[in-house]
Nanobody
Framework: QVQLVESGGGLVQAGDSLRLSCASS????????MGWYRQAPGKEREFVAR????????NYADSVKGRFTISRDVRKNTVYLQMNTLAPEDTAVYYC?????????????????WGQGTQVTVSS
């Protein structure tokens, strides 16, 4: 049984930075990708960033490109989301997710394991 535990959320002001962490346990990650999603009040959950565990390849939503960085520590089985220049529109619950990389595509068809979420609130 895989477990994903997020941490690092909080209340910050616009322009500040935060780093989220997601520790994974219970599964070898070499065939997986991990991602960050977020859900703001009244909105659907949206993709933020993802990283392929085997080689560290990343990609990002346009809304966070250049401000957020996803990374991983393979020894700690932990993925990070460094968020810089935060804005009020980044306010959301941030979720860590895990998905099996699909053969041929290099990315999961879907993420099927989720953490409990961590709240990020950015005041103006």
């Amino acid at each position: 049984q895989v477990q994903l535990v997020e941490s690092g959320g909080g209340l910050v002001q616009a322009g500040d930075s935060l780093r989220l962490s997601c520790a994974s346990s219970g599964r070898t990650l070499s065939s997986y990708a991990m991602g960050w999603y977020r859900q703001a009040p009244g909105k659907e959950r949206e993709f933020v960033a993802r990283i392929r565990w085997s080689d560290g390849t990343t990609n990002y939503a346009d809304s966070v490109k250049g401000r957020f960085t996803i990374s991983r520590d393979v020894r700690k089985n932990t993925v990070y989301l460094q968020m810089n220049t935060l804005a009020p529109e980044d306010t959301a619950v941030y979720y860590c997710a895990l998905g099996l990389v699909a053969y041929g595509s290099g990315w999961p068809r879907f993420f099927d394991q989720w953490g409990q979420g961590t709240q990020v609130t950015v005041s103006s």
